[in-house]
């Protein structure tokens, strides 16, 4: 009796690359995955993974607006301002990691292409030119008030329909960091003397 031949293996992997690969979307935008057992209903994953779709197109537009801000700040107070607009930057940076990741464990898809973020943020395009170093600094105070009102808005609407997590990285996290990053900011617009002091200007 002849024995039969065995059929060859043929292996799907291949050590060449796979180009130009196309496929549909996991998941669509706007949507939320119950894929982590959180114990927080649909809804509530659905509202709170847009709101912080825009407080993350928020974060992302001042972050960089640090970084226009770092690059093109000149004048007297070039050093001192260069080196605080890149700490504010990182600072930024990592806030834009944090709300992201808080998304996507909640189900949801974050932002995260410019074209995107350009159409939800609620933080005026600055001109592509370089401006005065106090329109800069106000620019900059003006895209953080947009943030803390929608921090504290956010917070308070997470904590009553029990989106406690959320609700601690706004407060704990983004706002405490916005409120910090203005202060120092803030201080840059004071107009004090720098070497003599004159009591007879000096309000009572």
């Known amino acids: 009796m002849a024995k ?10 291949s ?46 537009t001042l972050r960089d607006l640090y970084k226009k801000s770092h690059w093109q700040v000149s004048g007297a107070t070039f050093y001192q301002l260069h080196l605080l607009f890149d700490k504010h930057y990182e600072e930024q940076s990592e806030l834009v990691d944090t709300i992201a990741e ?10 995260a292409m410019a074209a995107d973020v350009a159409e939800a943020t609620r933080i005026e395009r600055p001109p592509k030119g370089r401006e005065e170093v106090p ?3 106000s ?13 504290r808005k956010l917070a308070e609407r997470a904590q009553k329909i029990g989106d406690e997590g959320t609700n ?18 803030s201080e840059h617009l004071v107009e004090e003397p720098l070497v003599k002091a004159d009591p007879m200007e000096k309000s009572a």
Not at 139 to 151: E, K, N, P, T, Y
């Open 4 to 13: 039969k031949t065995p059929t060859p293996v043929t292996s799907k992997l």
């Open 15 to 60: 050590p060449n690359p796979r180009y130009h690969q196309k496929a549909p979307e996991l998941q669509a935008y706007g949507t939320v995955a119950s894929r982590i057992p959180l114990q927080l209903e649909e809804p509530v994953r659905l509202e709170m993974t847009e709101r912080l779709n825009v407080l993350l197109a928020d974060t992302i």
């Open 135 to 137: 329109v800069q600094l």
């Open 168 to 185: 601690d990285l706004v407060v704990s996290d983004v706002l405490r960091t916005n409120e910090l990053q203005v202060w120092f900011l």
């Open 139 to 151: 620019r900059l105070l003006d895209a953080h008030q947009v943030i803390i009102s929608d921090c």
């Open 102 to 111: 808080r998304i996507q464990l909640l189900g949801g898809i974050s932002l």
